[in-house]
T-cell receptor, first 115, second 116 residues
Framework: QQQVKQSPQSLIVQKGGISIINCAYENTAFDYLPWYQQFPGKGPALLIA?????SEKKEGRFTISFNKSAKQFSLHIMDSQPGDSATYFCAASMGVNTGFQKLVFGTGTRLLVSP | DADVTQTPRNRITKTGKRIMLECSQT?????MYWYRQDPGLGLRLIYY???????NKGEISDGYSVSRQAQAKFSLSLESAIPNQTALYFC???????????????FGPGTRLTVL
C-alpha cells in the first residue's frame, strides 16, 4: 500500500524560530506533493504544493524542499508565529492526468508555536 | 458562508445504530469525497464520487455506504455503527481535473463521531 511517512508527530517551536516537518514517500508515481494545514475544529486546507520536477517552492514564510533521490520532502516555516499553531499534513497526489487525483496523506504533525 | 458544510458537527451514538452524516457544497464541484481522520493515521479515503451516477470505494469502505443525492449532496452512512468507527469524518470536494495542474480538494469542517 502506498505510504507517506511524516515526522515528527508533534513539534514545539519558539516564536520567530524555524519549524521543519519531514515526509518520506515510497511510491514514485506521484504528480504533486501538497501540504495541508488544519486548525482545531476546521477541515484541512491546502497550504502549498510542489511538483516533482521542482526542488523547492517558496510562498511567503512557507517553503517546500524536495529531495528526489532520497524520496523526501519537507516543509519549512520561517519566522514561526503563534498563528501557525496547527496540524500539518503532507500528502502525495497521484493520477492528475488520469481523471482521478488520489491523495495519500501523511500521519500529521501538531505544531505549537510558543509566544 | 461556508462552501462545504457537514451535519451534524458532533454525534454520539451506540453500537449497532444506523447513522448518517451529511455533506453539502455550494462550490459547484462535480467530485466529492469522504475521509476519516484518526490520531496518528492521517486522513484515509472512504468513498468518492465523480458525479451523481459514479460512486467508488476508497481504501477503507468496509462498514460504510454512501449516497449522492444531487451534485451538491453526498451522504455517508454507517449501517451498524461499531466503536472502532469513532473518528473525525471529513467531506471534501474538487473540480473535475483537466490535464496538468494539481486539483485542490476543499474540506468541510468535519463531523466528530463517537460510537459507544
Amino acid at each position: 500500500q502506498q505510504q507517506v511517512k511524516q515526522s515528527p508527530q508533534s513539534l514545539i517551536v519558539q516564536k520567530g524560530g524555524i519549524s521543519i516537518i519531514n515526509c518520506a514517500y515510497e511510491n514514485t508515481a506521484f504528480d504533486y506533493l501538497p501540504w495541508y494545514q488544519q486548525f482545531p475544529g476546521k477541515g484541512p486546507a491546502l497550504l502549498i504544493a510542489i511538483r516533482p520536477d521542482v526542488s523547492e517552492k517558496k510562498e511567503g514564510r512557507f517553503t517546500i524542499s524536495f529531495n528526489k533521490s532520497a524520496k523526501q520532502f519537507s516543509l519549512h516555516i520561517m519566522d514561526s508565529q503563534p498563528g501557525d499553531s496547527a496540524t500539518y499534513f503532507c500528502a502525495a497526489s497521484m493520477g492528475v492526468n488520469t481523471g482521478f487525483q488520489k491523495l495519500v496523506f501523511g500521519t500529521g504533525t501538531r505544531l505549537l508555536v510558543s509566544p | 458562508d461556508a462552501d462545504v458544510t457537514q451535519t451534524p458537527r458532533n454525534r454520539i451514538t451506540k453500537t449497532g445504530k444506523r447513522i448518517m452524516l451529511e455533506c453539502s457544497q455550494t462550490k459547484g464541484h462535480d467530485r466529492m469525497y469522504w475521509y476519516r481522520q484518526d490520531p496518528g493515521l492521517g486522513l484515509r479515503l472512504i468513498y468518492y464520487s465523480f458525479d451523481v451516477k459514479d460512486i467508488n470505494k476508497g481504501e477503507i469502505s468496509d462498514g460504510y455506504s454512501v449516497s449522492r443525492q444531487a451534485q451538491a449532496k453526498f451522504s455517508l452512512s454507517l449501517e451498524s455503527a461499531i466503536p472502532n468507527q469513532t473518528a473525525l469524518y471529513f467531506c471534501a470536494t474538487s473540480e473535475t481535473p483537466g490535464l496538468g495542474p494539481f486539483n485542490e480538494q476543499f474540506f468541510g469542517p468535519g463531523t466528530r463521531l463517537t460510537v459507544l
